[in-house]
């Protein structure tokens, strides 16, 4: 062990760093104490034997210099006194020295304070040592615990349907940032409307998670699909022996499961009559009791629902509360149809293709452009949803580096669409056209885009002729490079977006 010894006495400094090193230590002695103190803040000893009696620097005041000295304070410090130093020794001691030598010094008492500092310094440093083991461990611990929390959360966006959100068309753009706003007021109940397959629970989850993923409970309803008989009971909960068949213990229902997270209620429209007043009270006072309860109990939830129906036709027809419909609506948020946000079917296709090639373990990278001119001009009645459904089923029975129009052609194998939107859309009225007699064709009522009708027209000869453009080119009495020119341009509302 390496000792620094200071005493101005050369003769006794001597003779003691000899004893040290004849019991196996490293001493290194120095007569001047200020000399002492800056090599002992420039280098560690673990054990410091000083005398209290010396000119320029006192022991006591040597002891308080090195206790302040973040290196040399972790050394021993061991004072040699005289006699008549005995009430100055103890005074060291309170003061945070390791211990004291009597002059004249024995040398197996010098031997037995030197080994008992030995034993301690290495305790201190085995402890160190096993403390920055511990905080290395616990900080790696704490890497990999944030790592796979981090992939739990990728993996519930997955699962949940809160995964990356696809938008570019300035209406869906707005609406995500509307929805980070509802986030920030969960008093505030939303009403999301919107067709079937535009994505009204993937909003509310943006809703309910804002940028990250909450940790509180995300609780959801379909209205349509609970017994009316079953539903205030679902909703609410019941106590112990409410009603025949009901559990002896009671049960919590989905206002009391949500805490303080959501409460989505999809098809908000199929609620029963008689449960939507009780719905309305639950928004203003914040407050419910279970069926057969007297308990008042605290929702803290958020309320989020969503609709595909007309429901402000359904109030004008005495089937919805007006004024549960109009306090729903102080967050009220719409989902346009997909046809009406063409900017949004691309970038919502490529990402399911690369979603879907590597579910599958297929080799698709992209669309032909006269994949996407289809994907562009199909209506789409079934939204985002039979996109999606669409890649699935395309990646699925096929494979190759780019999705082909031919394997999209089962889209249009049923022309069994909504009113308005089949693919040659505006004019549902003529299945055939008769070229001879032009006087007999019949528009519709409603105005129409005729960019869209002569996209429509080009899809469908497209798929007439499984994706042969030569055919499709006569058939149309176009040229082919006509044809080609008209499947790479971007429908009007795209130009400018990529």
């Known amino acids: 062990m390496r000792i620094l010894v200071i005493d101005d006495n050369s003769n006794s400094l001597q003779s003691l760093c000899l004893v040290l090193n004849d019991l196996g230590h490293e001493p290194h002695g120095m007569e001047d104490p200020l000399s002492a103190l800056a090599v002992a803040r420039k280098e560690f000893f673990p054990l410091i034997i000083t005398d209290i009696r010396m000119p320029g620097m006192d022991g006591l005041s040597l002891l308080a210099e090195l206790k ?25 001691l309170r003061r945070g020295a390791y211990d004291y030598l009597n002059k004249p010094i024995n040398a197996r008492e010098l031997a037995s304070v030197v080994d008992r500092s030995a034993e301690r310094q290495a305790l201190v440093a085995e402890n160190m040592a096993l403390r920055t083991d511990m905080e290395t461990h616990v900080s790696q611990a704490a890497a990999k615990i944030k790592k796979d929390l981090e992939s739990a959360r990728r993996a519930l966006r997955q699962v949940e349907g809160i995964g990356p959100v696809i938008v570019e068309s300035p209406a869906m753009v707005r609406l995500m940032r509307e929805a980070l706003i509802m986030h920030t007021e969960p008093s505030v109940p939303v009403l999301i409307e919107g067709e079937t397959g535009t994505g009204k629970e993937v909003l509310a989850r943006r809703i309910h998670n804002g940028d990250s993923v909450a940790e509180t409970p ?24 409410a009603f025949t068949g009901s559990r002896a213990e009671g049960a919590a229902g989905k206002l009391e499961q949500a805490g303080k997270g959501t409460l989505f209620l999809d098809e908000v429209a199929e609620m029963p009559l008689h449960l939507q007043p009780k719905l309305l009270r639950v928004l203003e006072d914040r407050s419910f009791y279970r069926v ?19 429901m402000a036709d359904m109030v004008e027809k005495g089937t919805f509360r007006r004024d549960l419909y109009h306090r729903l609506r102080v967050g009220h948020l719409f989902i346009p149809p997909l046809r009406e946000r063409k900017e949004d079917i691309r970038p919502l296709a490529e990402y399911f293709l690369r979603r879907e090639a590597e579910r599958k373990k297929k080799s698709f990278s992209g669309f032909a452009p006269e994949t996407l001119s289809i994907l562009r001009g199909y209506p789409w009645p079934g939204n985002v949803r039979e996109l ?19 394997h999209v052609d ?59 453009k030569t055919k499709a080119a006569h058939y149309l009495g176009i040229s082919r490079f006509a044809l080609h020119r008209r499947l790479q341009q971007k429908p009007p509302e795209e130009k400018g977006i990529e």
């Open 388 to 406: 999606e459904n669409t890649i699935e089923r395309a990646v699925l029975m096929h494979d190759g580096k780019l999705l082909l129009p031919d």
């Open 292 to 310: 057969g309860g007297v308990k008042k109990r605290e929702f803290t939830a958020r309320i989020v629902c969503a609709g595909n129906r007309d």
């Open 68 to 92: 302040q000295d973040p290196l040399a304070g972790k050394s021993d410090i061991v004072l040699i006194t005289g006699h008549a130093d005995m009430a100055t020794a103890v005074e060291a």
């Open 410 to 468: 089962f889209l249009f194998s049923s022309r069994t669409f909504p009113t308005g939107t089949s693919p040659v859309a505006p004019v549902p009225a003529c299945p055939a056209f008769d070229l001879k007699n032009p006087a007999a064709l019949i528009l519709p009522e409603q105005s129409f885009q005729l960019e869209e009708l002569m996209d429509a027209v080009v899809a469908a000869a497209m798929d007439k002729f499984a994706g042969n």
């Open 218 to 241: 995300f609780m959801a309803i379909n209205c349509a699909a609970i017994p009316n008989e079953l539903f205030e009971s679902e909703l609410f909960g019941h106590e112990a022996g």
